[in-house]
T-cell receptor, first 112, second 115 residues
Framework: TQLLEQSPQFLSIQEGENLTVYCNSS?????LQWYRQEPGEGPVLLVT?????EVKKLKRLTFQFGDARKDSSLHITAAQPGDTGLYLC????????????FGKGTKLSVKP | EAQVTQNPRYLITVTGKKLTVTCSQN?????MSWYRQDPGLGLRQIYY???????DKGDVPEGYKVSRKEKRNFPLILESPSPNQTSLYFC??????????????FGPGTRLTVT
């Protein structure tokens, strides 16, 4: 059972377009993280969201945590080729605080 | 520089030959964890450690062992590797407080092939 569903699985867009990636679950998480991973490398943490309804911005990236802390979204404005990569969400289970669950990822390709 | 190191980076071995993948961090983090990443299955947690001498099973612990004798090191042991353990393995360390993960750093990965 996949506890964290990410969509879309693949996304190919032109430079300058906007996009949103979704991360959904039926479980409540104490915190949720977003990572970006390049081929052959480990994931790199972009942001951690903690409070329901929280919105965080990182330059052109906007992250939102759902009010019920079961879902999150990542919005990229005016995508650039350098944004290409695998985007992963990960949730920390409330009942088992060291257990981190990852979504399967969204593979983003931004064409110049 | 904040760093998680793993060794070896690449390993090809045969079924049943015990192996250890080492992991070390220099950030004095109490929390460390091991993951495997497989196509179509994503990243799955194998084991994690909240502190020295405290380890817990993740979602796919079968066939693996870990130990946490000191804060900086968290080796992953495969007592009798099998081909279904062929995968890309990542070690990570994190500052965790109240169930919230801060500053999680991943190592560069170890690509293991078991024939």
């Amino acid at each position: 059972t996949q506890l964290l569903e990410q969509s879309p699985q693949f996304l190919s867009i032109q430079e300058g377009e906007n996009l949103t990636v979704y991360c959904n679950s039926s479980s409540v998480f104490s915190s949720l993280q977003w990572y970006r991973q390049e081929p052959g490398e480990g994931p790199v943490l972009l942001v951690t969201v903690v409070t329901g309804g929280e919105v965080k911005k990182l330059k052109r990236l906007t992250f939102q945590f759902g009010d019920a802390r079961k879902d999150s979204s990542l919005h990229i404005t005016a995508a650039q080729p350098g944004d290409t990569g695998l985007y992963l969400c990960a949730g920390a289970r409330k009942r088992s605080q060291g257990n981190l669950i990852f979504g399967k990822g969204t593979k983003l390709s931004v064409k110049p | 520089e904040a760093q998680v190191t793993q060794n070896p980076r690449y390993l090809i071995t045969v079924t049943g030959k015990k192996l250890t993948v080492t992991c070390s961090q220099n950030m004095n983090h109490e929390y460390m964890s091991w993951y495997r990443q497989d196509p179509g299955l994503g990243l799955r947690q194998i084991y994690y450690s909240m502190n020295v001498e405290v380890t817990d099973k993740g979602d796919v612990p079968e066939g693996y062992k870990v130990s946490r004798k000191e804060k900086r090191n968290f080796p992953l042991i495969l007592e009798s590797p099998s081909p279904n353990q062929t995968s890309l393995y990542f070690c990570a360390s994190s500052l965790v407080s109240g169930g919230i993960f801060y500053e999680q750093y991943f190592g560069p990965g170890t690509r293991l092939t078991v024939t």
